[in-house]
Nanobody, 120 residues
Framework: QVQLVQSGGGLVQPGGSLRLSCAAS????????MSWYRQAPGKERELVAT????????NYADSIKGRFTISRDNAEKMVYLQMNSLKSEDTAIYYC?????????????WGQGTQVTVSS
């Protein structure tokens, strides 16, 4: 059974930092492209950051570039999102995502979501 279990998040003041974690199980983690998405109230879900299977290549949304860092540990089957210099507009539910290309097609998995609130 595929599971993506998220932890971290919470309430932080503007300018603060948080780290989100996502623990994967039930699939070959090192074969998955991993991403973080977020969805703010009244807005569509948006892609925040992506990291390739080996971790060599990362991509970021312009809105968070230079402030957030995505990383992964294939041995521990974990993916992380370090968020620094947080702004009120970063407030959203954040989701961990895994994409696997299999012999029978593309598989897309989601974590349960975790709330990040940036407020003084």
């Amino acid at each position: 059974q595929v599971q993506l279990v998220q932890s971290g998040g919470g309430l932080v003041q503007p300018g603060g930092s948080l780290r989100l974690s996502c623990a994967a199980s039930g699939f070959t983690f090192s074969s998955a492209t991993m991403s973080w998405y977020r969805q703010a109230p009244g807005k569509e879900r948006e892609l925040v950051a992506t990291i390739t299977r080996t971790g060599i290549t990362t991509n970021y949304a312009d809105s968070i570039k230079g402030r957030f860092t995505i990383s992964r540990d294939n041995a521990e089957k974990m993916v992380y999102l370090q968020m620094n210099s947080l702004k009120s507009e970063d407030t959203a539910i954040y989701y961990c995502n895994a994409v696997l290309l299999t012999a029978i097609g593309r598989r897309n998995y989601w974590g349960q979501g975790t709330q990040v609130t940036v407020s003084s």
